[in-house]
């Protein structure tokens, strides 16, 4: 799936001041062991996370988009699968020598390579954009602050970026100082970034980067591979009844397993298209499952033209990234030791219209339970509203392992997700009563 940044620690202003303690509070449903929902969804993360990499035009990407596929089909939904083109790139070589050192990077989108032989030049470290004219022709490394990176065009990595390209380096390095001290992946544009290599390094490979600076010694810059046109693909689905719509959507793509990033969306995503089939025989639905979401939401784009006409759409639900992911230890040595609550590091967007439904029937439900507005280029959410979808609301946070390798199964669990589901569920029940 963007930088949240902004939408996660931003104030939520007026719009989320509407004092909580007002508010009748919503039964939680338990969420046991042998729970029928929680061993559903549980076993549909645990689906989605055996398909390995989603990157976007990649097997798993495919292969998880068939899957999704099959099952709006077996709910009812007529099912089209339609592709369209995305950026790869294969890599060769890809690291950052400094002295004996070989230090992994990884290759940022949209791809520039190095000459075979690499880029030889002097470290240049940037820990504020104020440092950025002493890059010139050299390797300027972007240490960025620490925070839950996400894109390169949005927060930091872009405020860097802004300063650093116009004084001309050989090269850049993105330091993604994060939660977990490893490589953050970085959601892109479509049009490289700048006009030469951009690779990123983990926090934790920095110390011989600092060591070489502060020594004066050169550092070599390697990235080959080959780029090329790969296909990723949307699933479009609609069950057509009665003149009224209710609209469904989530990514399916990301930076590799992305269990916890978006394992939980799709996994609410095929709950509540199932659940909707059955619970509202008199609307039509309309559901999407997207890829390239890591390419500026690429597949999304091409979707939304596809969809039902906006003033006969009731409520369009997105359910964005991180939804329910477990949360961990950050202090007394106790490095990501995973807990068994959720990550608070979520936000609840909704249009205005949606604020009191949200407001109930998220309550206590730590990060959802105080709803803002909808932020531009933070998920899909801004351009659905863009097409006039008004009454429309979505869930999404940057847990601690978003965009890193090792988001896999064990950052999830069914129990965590159950009631984020049981919240969604509310605010569509309470939308559809009111309108019907």
Known sequence: ??????????????????????????????????????????????????????????????????????????????????????????????????????????????????????????????????????????????????????????????????????????????????????????????????????????????????????????????????????????????????????AFSTPRSGWGICAGERGPGIAAFLEFCHWAAVRFPSHSLFAICTGGHELDFVGTHHALSEGPPATDTLLWTHLGAGLATRDAFEVLGRRNELLSSADPQRAMMCSPSLLQDVLRAFQGQAGYEQPIEVVGGAGELSSIIDRGYTNAFAGLGIHRWCHVADDTIDKVDGGLLLPVVEGHRAVIEAVVGRMA
């Open 1 to 246: 799936m963007v930088d949240r940044r902004g939408l996660l620690t931003g104030a939520a202003g007026a719009f989320g001041a509407t004092a909580l303690a007002s508010l009748p509070a919503v039964p939680a449903m338990g969420a046991g062991p042998s729970h029928p929902l929680r061993e559903r969804l549980q076993a549909d993360m645990e689906a989605y996370a055996a398909f390995g990499s989603k990157l976007s035009g990649s097997k798993g990407d495919r292969d998880s988009a068939r899957w999704v596929g099959k099952r709006l089909s077996a709910a009812g939904f007529d099912v089209r699968l339609t592709e369209f083109d995305v950026p790869t790139f294969a890599p060769g070589v890809a690291e950052l020598s400094v002295g004996e050192a070989r230090l992994p990077v990884m290759p940022q989108p949209i791809v520039i390579t190095t000459p075979r032989a690499g880029i030889e030049a002097a470290l240049c470290l940037v820990r504020d954009p104020v440092e950025a004219p002493s890059v010139r022709d050299k390797i300027a490394v972007l240490i960025l602050p620490y925070d839950r990176h996400a894109a390169l065009f949005r927060g930091s990595a872009a405020t860097f970026l802004k300063a650093v390209v116009p004084h001309a380096p050989a090269a850049i390095i993105i330091v993604t100082t994060g939660p977990t001290g490893k490589i953050i992946a970085l959601n892109a544009k479509l049009e490289p970034a700048a006009r030469v290599p951009i690779a990123l390094l983990a926090p934790d490979d920095l110390p011989p980067v600092i060591k070489a600076a502060a020594a004066g010694r050169p550092a070599r810059l390697t990235v080959t591979g080959t780029s090329s046109v790969g296909q990723s693909s949307n699933i479009v689905a609609s069950r057509k009844a009665g003149s009224k719509w209710l």
